[in-house]
């Protein structure tokens, strides 16, 4: 292991590509500690995007043409509250920001949701969170009244 993190460093000093073994089962695999750089640069990268808008949802298709049931149903939950401004990622567009999604929340599955770059949880969390009321206060904790309160407002007025 000091091998691979000295010749990590090394490669991030001179910016070479370099080789490392690593032992597995018995067996020595090598692998570039560029791309080992590379990954702890994408870590970073997933820590930016999930931060730069109050919610960030990474889905299978785009919030005008969700592809999959569970990115489709996230997309109506969302519409519901009237959250119309969120940050989408498609991850059939890019199949490394798809594993890399899953690895940095440490989710097996998509969609993604996630509030103020913390990981909320996929499509049956956000779900549960819509059918107990959770939703509304989170949003609201994120400055973004739900427009189901608006509804319920307009109700009592009449």
Wanted: hydrophobic residues 40%; contains cysteine; charged residues 25%.
């Amino acid at each position: 292991m000091n091998t691979l993190v000295s010749s990590t460093i090394r490669c991030l000093r001179v910016g070479s590509v370099c080789w490392t073994g690593l032992r597995i089962d018995g067996h020595v695999s090598y692998s570039s500690t560029r791309l080992l750089c590379a990954a702890a640069g994408k870590k970073k990268d997933f820590a930016e995007m999930v931060k730069k808008d109050k919610v960030v949802v990474f889905m299978k298709g785009t919030p005008a043409q969700p592809m999959c049931g569970f990115s489709n149903a996230v997309v109506q939950i969302l519409r519901m509250h009237g959250v119309d401004k969120y940050g989408a990622y498609n991850v059939l567009d890019d199949q490394d920001l798809r594993e890399g999604v899953k690895a940095f929340s440490n989710w097996p599955t998509i969609p993604q949701v996630f509030f103020n770059g913390e990981f909320v949880g996929g499509c049956d969390i956000l779900l549960q969170m819509h059918q107990n009321g959770d939703l509304v206060e989170e949003l609201n904790k994120l400055g973004i009244r739900s427009a189901l309160l608006e509804e319920e407002d307009d109700g009592k007025s009449k």
